[in-house]
T-cell receptor, first 117, second 113 residues
Framework: AQSVAQPEDQVNVAEGNPLTVKCTYS??????LFWYVQYPNRGLQFLLK??????LVKGSYGFEAEFNKSQTSFHLKKPSALVSDSALYFC???????????????FGKGTKLSVIP | KAGVTQTPRYLIKTRGQQVTLSCSPI?????VSWYQQTPGQGLQFLFE???????NKGNFPGRFSGRQFSNSRSEMNVSTLELGDSALYLC????????????FGPGTRLTVT
């Protein structure tokens, strides 16, 4: 079965500084990778996804993520953090091949991002 | 386009009762997934439906069940509620499976007393 690890429960960054939220995954075969954000008392919002092609994926609100197959990582990045980026971020993976065992979308435990003014 | 809607938004039930939660997907979306979110366990997958068929099921006891109707609306049912079932239940819809991103509803907050 696939799994996702988000090694940091919390990331603190000063406003205007670059931010990185880390994600590593384990899956049979090629992965489909996703990032979601959750604001307090809200559902999750889709940020970006990697399906195939260019390893650098750009998404909503200035976020981007880099797929690294050799390191099985999909870290979320933003060049300049805003206070409004403070939220809970989830990385998710599912196998590209539906026959590769469990085909469900599997989420990491989430990383709380706090951007300090 | 309207987003994913979930009803009710808040629910308080007593241990041993049963509950039904409802989810209306985005128009045109045929896949609906359900998740349980708790502070300790994070987001845990319950089940996924596509065209009225359950395509995937998570590791939850048989007390948790669901179904999808021909209009893609979905319901999930939890019978014989336990205190540990208290959680935020999230529904998500997507056009299909695989590459399609999921769009989440605001969730139903279930409290079991």
């Amino acid at each position: 079965a696939q799994s996702v690890a988000q090694p940091e429960d919390q990331v603190n960054v000063a406003e205007g500084n670059p931010l990185t939220v880390k994600c590593t995954y384990s899956v049979s075969g090629n992965p489909y990778l996703f990032w979601y954000v959750q604001y307090p008392n809200r559902g999750l919002q889709f940020l970006l996804k990697y399906i195939t092609g260019d390893n650098l994926v750009k998404g909503s609100y200035g976020f981007e993520a880099e797929f690294n197959k050799s390191q099985t990582s999909f870290h979320l990045k933003k060049p300049s953090a805003l206070v409004s980026d403070s939220a809970l971020y989830f990385c998710a993976v599912r196998p590209a091949y539906s026959g590769a065992g469990s085909y469900q979308l599997t989420f990491g435990k989430g990383t709380k991002l706090s951007v300090i003014p | 386009k309207a987003g994913v809607t979930q009803t009710p938004r808040y629910l308080i039930k007593t241990r041993g009762q049963q509950v039904t939660l409802s989810c209306s997907p985005i128009s045109g979306h045929r896949s609906v997934s359900w998740y349980q979110q708790t502070p300790g366990q994070g987001l845990q997958f319950l089940f996924e439906y596509f065209s009225e068929t359950q395509r995937n099921k998570g590791n939850f006891p048989g007390r948790f069940s669901g179904r999808q109707f021909s209009n893609s609306r979905s319901e999930m049912n939890v019978s014989t509620l336990e205190l540990g079932d208290s959680a935020l239940y999230l529904c998500a819809s997507s056009k299909g499976q695989g590459v399609d991103e999921q769009y989440f509803g605001p969730g139903t907050r279930l409290t079991v007393t």
